[in-house]
């Protein structure tokens, strides 16, 4: 498996608070990615990193900011936390262009938001 | 805008049944193609890819699936479950060019009884 880590695995927390999650990888890969999955929807992008301090938004970014000041860790922050924003997040990385490579996931954290 | 459509969303066999899960996408150029597995409690993994070449892809765990360009389809098969298969399957589309933007399809929940 890929070495990825995510932290916390669970959180509880509540409306109106800021939640910060981070992903932290040993592979060294140039892209980073954060989703979130929820029932019907499958899995849906947020926000992506095609290196440090490059970022882009995915198609469900509002709500959410990223960061990636080292090629190792990529932080997804909920700055008011609502909680339609209730969901298991998972980061992902691939090592060259997602269109040449697959992506590598994480073991996901679950987020409520009370 | 591309999507990814998976028309079975619960399928429940027999041990021994075979297998075929649809995945149709819109996008009307040049595609990779994947299709990732998520068993109970777990990140997801990846079954098998399309990237070129032979259209009838082999992945992990007896699993291919068949790239249909003139039906936009990339449906996974399996000749013989087993109650390992149980999981969640996800179909996922790459346009080239659409960095990071790997669509996923909402997903099928797949039950073996053994």
């Known amino acids: 498996d890929a070495g990825i880590t995510q932290s916390p695995r669970h959180k509880v927390t509540e409306t109106g608070t800021p939640v910060t999650l981070r992903c932290h990888q040993t592979?060294?890969?140039?892209?980073m990615y954060w989703y979130r999955q929820d029932p019907g929807h499958g899995l849906r992008l947020i926000h992506y990193s095609y290196g440090v301090k490059d970022t882009d938004k995915g198609e469900v970014s509002d709500g959410y900011s990223v960061s990636r000041s080292k090629t190792e860790d990529f932080l997804l922050t909920l700055e008011s936390a609502t909680s339609s924003q209730t969901s298991v997040y998972f980061c992902a990385i691939s090592e060259g262009r997602p269109e040449n490579q697959p992506q590598h996931f994480g073991d996901g954290t679950r987020l409520s938001i009370l | 805008a591309q999507s990814v459509s998976q028309h079975n969303h619960h399928v429940i066999l027999s041990e021994a049944a075979s297998l075929e899960l649809g995945c149709n996408y819109s996008y009307g150029g040049t595609v990779n193609l994947f299709w990732y597995v998520q068993y109970p409690g777990q990140h997801l993994q990846l079954l098998l890819k399309y990237f070129s070449g032979d259209p009838l892809v082999k992945g992990i765990k007896g699993f291919e699936a068949e790239f249909i360009k003139s039906k936009f389809s990339f449906n996974l098969r399996k000749p013989s479950v087993q109650w390992s298969d149980t999981a969640e399957y996800f179909c996922?589309?790459?346009?080239?060019?659409?960095?990071?933007?790997?669509?996923f399809g909402q997903g099928t929940t797949l039950q073996v009884k053994p």
């Open positions: 592979e060294n890969h140039r892209y």
């Open positions: 996922a589309v790459n346009a080239p060019g659409n960095t990071g933007k790997l669509i």
